[in-house]
């Protein structure tokens, strides 16, 4: 992930939303706990690489968590956290924000 450059917390937020998917895999995760290939799925061009390094930073910020249940093969699950729950109502406003904002620019 990228350093931070300030000891804003807008900026180190924004570190972790930062990038094409990120945003769209808690987007996915917002209906429920998905697995994997699940994931991939919804986010059609998002690689194995990428999805699997973006799971990481975000579970590793505490925001996705990873569920291995014990079957074989052994099944992963990523779940929405609690700090993830809260972050999903902000971008959906910052969603709507840029519809407004798009829609008012173009009329």
């Given at each position: 992930?990228?350093?931070?450059?300030?000891?804003c917390?807008?900026?180190?937020?924004?570190?972790?939303?930062?990038?094409?998917?990120?945003?769209l895999?808690?987007?996915?995760?917002?209906?429920?706990?998905?697995?994997?290939?699940?994931?991939?799925?919804?986010?059609p061009?998002?690689?194995q690489?990428?999805l699997?390094?973006?799971?990481?930073?975000?579970?590793?910020a505490?925001?996705?968590?990873?569920?291995?249940?014990?079957?074989?093969?052994?099944?992963?699950?990523?779940?929405?956290?609690?700090a993830?729950?809260?972050?999903?109502?902000?971008?959906?406003?910052?969603?709507d924000?840029?519809?407004?904002?798009?829609?008012?620019?173009?009329?």
């Amino acid at each position: 992930m990228k350093t931070e450059v300030s000891e804003c917390p807008l900026e180190a937020a924004l570190l972790l939303l930062s990038g094409r998917w990120r945003t769209l895999i808690l987007y996915s995760l917002s209906e429920g706990p998905m697995r994997f290939n699940n994931l991939q799925r919804n986010n059609p061009g998002l690689s194995q690489q990428m999805l699997s390094r973006d799971l990481k930073e975000l579970e590793s910020a505490g925001v996705v968590s990873r569920t291995v249940n014990p079957t074989v093969p052994p099944q992963v699950e990523y779940a929405l956290t609690n700090a993830g729950e809260r972050l999903i109502p902000i971008l959906k406003e910052l969603g709507d924000w840029w519809v407004i904002t798009k829609n008012r620019d173009t009329a």
